[in-house]
């Protein structure tokens, strides 16, 4: 079995969200400590990674999964290979081209949507998801709730409320990875991805990106992050802390006017002055939180999907203008929103 374990060993070493399975062998093992997992081990002999041991001692090739060779640690590792021109590049200019590589998106010169940026995020998730449901045999509830939201969902929703997508396929892309894999879980089988949502008491994920809008919108006004684009609030007595929606210049292209209405600078107000007065004054942030997904939760949520026939665009905005839904979720400061 030493084999075996070895590559086990250089098959979990070789994994980015390392940590991320860490934390997960924490919750099924039930302890906040990190000093329960001493070494990879602890990993393989929790009660549901032991499940797949089998499969991670796999040949390489059959398991699908990339193992990157270990680098030698000779004498001559300082050295400059001669037949590599990337180390024949002076240090300033090999800098310079993995920033133009990586900033390439925000180049507001060439910048047209954040497609590419959508499509790059959504191959990464779906990547780690196919090794999730290849490396766990189970299908549990728990299990796999756990595994989605620590190792699947993040890549979904990093930096979510600077590029928070509008168009109606990125959406239906991302919302597709949540689908497929929520339809993999025991006793969901027979739903359809909006009834699985109330199953699992999961929120899509256009309905979570509007609540971090939200949640960012708070910290302006509390001035727990920097004001860098100038967001403004108007205080009454009746409507309490209304956000200023930024106007745009009509003589504008219509492409601006789209860049401009899906910006944060103008969705976060938005849907800032959808939720109730009440809650602009909470301070604490956990509190506001808790107050803020309950408040979502309130209204049906309905994604795009293909196949699906949908009342609106499942936005916030859009419920809030249901005057049906405006008034079971007792809302009277809905309209201020448009």
Known sequence: HQNAWNVTKRTLLSLKPIRNLFFTVMCFRGSHNCSAVTSFHDVLTSATVLSSYVWLCKPCKESSIPIKPRKSKGRHDSTVNKSDPESQQPKEDLVASQMSSSEEITDHSTFQSWTPHVNRIAERARNVAS???????????????????SLVRSHLEYCCPLWNCSKNKDIQQLEGIQRTFTSKIDGTQHLNYWQRLKALDLMSLQRRRERYLIIN??????????????????????HGQKAVVPSIAKSSSQRNQALHDNSFAVTGPRLWNVIPTHM?????????????????????????????????????????????????????TFSMAR
């Open 131 to 149: 090794w999730v449901l290849s490396a766990f045999k189970t299908r549990d509830k728990a299990t796999m709730m756990t595994l989605y939201k």
């Open 280 to 332: 602009h004054t909470i301070e604490d942030p956990m509190q506001f939180k808790a107050a803020l997904t309950n408040f979502v939760k309130s209204f049906p949520d309905e994604p795009p999907a293909p196949g699906y026939s949908r009342r609106n665009g499942n936005s916030l905005l859009d419920w809030s203008g249901d005057k049906t839904v405006s008034t079971l979720s007792g809302g009277s």
């Open 217 to 238: 919108m708070w910290k302006v006004l509390h001035c727990k992050c920097p004001n860098d684009i100038g967001i403004q609030f108007s205080v009454t007595l009746r």
